[in-house]
Nanobody, 124 residues
Framework: QVQLVESGGGLVQAGGSLRLSCAASGRTFRTYIMGWFRQAPGKERAFVAAISGTGGTTYYADSVKGRFTISRDNAENTVYLQLNSLKPEDTAVYYC?????????????????WGQGTQVTVSS
């Protein structure tokens, strides 16, 4: 069982930056693929980014490529999402998730554990 706790959300103006963190419990963090998803009001949960257990492989949604960066610190059991050049359409609740499989996935159903989410609001 893995427990995930996100933090770092908030209100920011367009063009600004935020850094989201997701702290995980357990001693097997490095074996999990970690992902970030987001859900805007009235929309389905959407993939944002994912990272392999070693951090050597990353994968991004086209809508955030070049603006967001996913990283992880296995010694601290934490995964990060750096959000730069934020746009109003990035407004959503951001969730981190853990996947026990060995393949980086962009599908929410592939992930086994989820955090409670953190709100990111970008004003124009």
């Amino acid at each position: 069982q893995v427990q995930l706790v996100e933090s770092g959300g908030g209100l920011v103006q367009a063009g600004g930056s935020l850094r989201l963190s997701c702290a995980a419990s357990g001693r097997t963090f490095r074996t999990y693929i970690m992902g970030w998803f987001r859900q805007a009001p009235g929309k389905e949960r959407a993939f944002v980014a994912a990272i392999s257990g070693t951090g050597g492989t990353t994968y991004y949604a086209d809508s955030v490529k070049g603006r967001f960066t996913i990283s992880r610190d296995n010694a601290e059991n934490t995964v990060y999402l750096q959000l730069n050049s934020l746009k109003p359409e990035d407004t959503a609740v951001y969730y981190c998730a853990a996947d026990r499989s060995a393949v980086v996935a962009a599908t929410s159903s592939e992930y086994d554990y989820w955090g409670q989410g953190t709100q990111v609001t970008v004003s124009s």
